[in-house]
């Protein structure tokens, strides 16, 4: 495939890149132009506690720094790296990871917010946590693989690394807070890489569970001897 037909290829509005892409910069845009916009599609614990909003656990997520970098960067990352991961997880499950790992790291950061009165009036825009851990989770898959950094060529892992690095960089200044959506986003993303999902624990626990119950129902079991045989055409040992 050439590097035109690539690009067209990324573009598509039909695929989940850009539809991603797309979807940052129209709401972006929105609360740019309005202020009322702008302050009700960040996710503000404060606000989804005491005022109900319940919708900032979604919109949030496609909410960008509003500068013109931010932006062509994002749309980048958004089509490039959707293209892969579309292509390997397939459409669906593809958006059932950014909405549902979205909405849940805005649950999990909305708790965290009850334990610190400063998260809980900070105002998070989404959209770059989305996209680090898409970034992250290419570069998980590719592993040992070879991807392409800025002309340099990597392996996933350190694409991987690198990706947290960028995100995480707040970290080196003790500003913990501004990050939290972050870190769990990315705990997340680890945790989907080793196995560690919803559906597999689940899965883990109802195996003990029934391991548990064999293990009850086998407790009153016992064998009998020879000399006490019901009849004498029985087996010489059986359970009862």
Known sequence: MSFQNEVKSWLNPTRTGGQLALLMVVVTVLGEIS???????????????????????LTWLFVMPASPLSIIFGILISIQTGAFLEERLGRRKLWAA?????????????????????????????????????????????????????????????????????SLWPLLRGLWQVVIPTIIALSMTLAWFFGLTPASAWLRFRSWQLSRQLSRRSSHLKVVSDDKRNMPNDSDRFLH
Request: proline content about 3%; charged content about 5%; aromatic content about 10%.
């Open 98 to 166: 950014i909405l549902g790992g979205g909405v849940l790291t805005a649950v999990l950061t909305i708790a965290v917010g009850l334990l610190s009165p400063t998260v809980a009036t900070l105002s998070f825009d989404g959209a770059w946590t989305v996209l680090t851990c898409m970034w992250v989770m290419q570069g998980l898959i590719v592993g040992n693989g070879r991807l392409n950094f800025w002309s340099l060529p990597v392996s996933g892992y350190a694409f991987a690394v690198i990706g947290a690095v960028f």
């Open 35 to 57: 202020a009322t916009i702008g302050t009700n599609v960040v996710l503000r614990p404060h606000s989804v506690l005491t005022e109900l909003k319940l919708w900032q656990v």
